[in-house]
């Protein structure tokens, strides 16, 4: 029943939002050619904004199902008390864990829900990009190595990239109310988890980490085109 309704609701958001919102979606991989209850991991690159539930327009209904029963995703505690988004969060995820932004106990504590059938959903830059650029703190925007945690638990299945076109020009950081009838763009790709991780996998631990995080930032400067091609 939980699972029912849940979908419902995913079906709902994403029908609502195509009433207001074209979707230009850029597929890497062909959706033909995806299997979504393969996919184990989703990485949304290029966050911008609280609203980007948006994106549920986007996505199939296999997906929806998918998200609906086995998603898990770690959520920051400010998030998660914010009375529009956390009311949300609680309607459509069947699993979420509120996290600091530190590297404590509550992240392994999110690590140790992780299980074999979980789509594990993440925004690995762990903030929201304003619209200089930059973050709330006036930092470069750029992919955090929790990402990279999650990566190392997985075996097989499929890692689901999110290419966000970006929503300043629906509504940015501080915005109140958003604007209604724009384009969103965005990319989607799937790539193999055993392969990237061998691909990776070119030396030490350390490298490891390091060339996750580098080709993730290289896929997130994707991103600027798409965030200007959308804003225009």
């Known amino acids: ?33 995806i299997s979504w209850d393969d996919c184990r991991l989703l990485v949304f690159l290029n966050h911008t904004s609280l609203f ?8 199939p209904n296999a997906l929806l199902k998918h998200i609906a029963r086995n998603l898990i995703v770690p959520i920051a505690d400010k998030t998660h008390q914010r009375p529009v988004a956390g009311t949300l969060l609680k ?9 600091t932004r530190k590297r404590d106990e509550s992240w392994q504590k999110f690590l140790d829900q992780i299980g074999d059938t979980h789509l594990t959903a993440i925004a690995p830059e762990g903030r929201m ?7 709330k703190d ?17 075996d097989q299945g ?14 940015a950081p501080g915005d109140k109310m958003p604007r209604l009838f724009k384009r969103l763009d965005v990319g989607i790709e799937a790539l193999d988890v055993e392969d990237y991780k061998a691909a990776m996998a070119t030396g030490s631990d350390n490298t490891f980490r390091a060339n996750i995080m580098d080709d993730l930032n290289r896929r997130l400067s994707t991103c600027e085109a798409s965030s200007k091609s959308s804003a225009a």
């Not at 979707?23 to 991989?29: A, L, N, P, S, V």
């Open 1 to 33: 029943m939980k699972f029912a309704f849940r979908y419902g609701t995913l079906l709902f958001l994403k029908y609502l939002t195509k009433l207001f919102y074209k979707h230009q979606i850029d597929w890497r991989t062909p959706s033909d050619e």
């Open 52 to 59: 980007e539930p948006v994106f549920f327009g986007a996505a």
């Open 91 to 99: 309607l459509t995820v069947p699993g979420f864990v509120p996290i």
């Open 129 to 135: 990009k304003r619209r200089n650029g930059l973050d």
């Open 138 to 154: 006036g930092q470069p925007m750029d992919v955090k190595p929790g990402v990279v945690d999650i990566i190392k638990r997985l």
């Open 158 to 171: 499929k890692i689901l990239i999110i290419y966000s076109g970006g929503l300043h020009h629906i509504q």
